[in-house]
């Protein structure tokens, strides 16, 4: 069954990028550049992202002029990216963009996943919108030792503790890493069977 994971990185101070967009910040941490391999997510079939979080991988690697280090962070998996513009693809990468709800492209994702997980890589309205369609099964957070101060945030939305259960908690390097499975709201979330039957 399809599992959806929010899967990022964090400051201390809950935000995931600074207030500029940047991720330099995270990739200043030792391991951050090269994260170890269990900071990463594995078992993913799709992986989903936002335009902004699109926009700056293509800008931070210049992937349009070396497309062949496409697959060193997204592999052979499809991409989908959420947008109301249109953007460039590199060449041979399988980037599906996405217009609209995240409901209405729940069935797409699904479909592509195959079974597999989906991995949202970010950023966190983009996770919440998944909650909201009743369709995000576990968060996953890596804390860098860095506070910000300001930028976009970790996850703005209100999730209570009732709906979220610790499954681990570690240290890798200079991160903490937490896990999270979230409980359904009810067996379903705005009208969604949050179970995918």
């Known amino acids: 069954m399809t599992r959806f994971h929010y899967d990022t990185a964090t400051s201390i101070d809950g935000f995931i990028a600074d207030r500029d967009g940047s991720l330099a910040w995270l990739f200043a941490v ?9 900071l990463l997510p594995s078992g993913h079939t799709v992986m989903v992202e936002g335009s902004t979080t699109y926009e700056w991988v293509l800008a ?4 349009l002029e070396h497309p062949e280090k ?6 052979d998996v499809p991409v989908f990216v ?10 041979g990468a399988d980037v599906r963009f996405v217009r609209g709800a995240v409901v209405e492209a729940l069935p797409a994702i699904r479909r592509a ?6 991995w949202i890589v970010g950023g966190g309205d983009l996770a919440g919108q998944f909650l ?9 957070i890596s804390i860098a030792p860095v506070a910000l101060g300001a930028g ?3 996850f703005p939305r ?17 991160f903490a890493r937490l896990e999270f499975d979230v409980e359904p709201l009810n067996g379903v979330v705005t009208g969604i069977d949050v179970t995918g039957s």
């Open 30 to 38: 030792a391991g951050g550049e090269e994260p170890d391999a269990d």
């Open 60 to 63: 931070k690697t210049d992937l």
């Open 70 to 75: 496409w697959r060193e962070f997204h592999g």
């Open 82 to 91: 959420f947008t109301s513009r249109d953007l460039p693809v590199p060449a």
């Open 113 to 118: 996943a195959a079974g597999g997980d989906v």
């Open 132 to 140: 909201d369609a009743g369709a995000l099964d576990r968060i996953a």
């Open 152 to 154: 976009a945030p970790l």
């Open 158 to 174: 209100r999730l209570e503790s009732d709906r979220l259960r610790l499954a681990s908690a570690r240290s890798v390097g200079q």
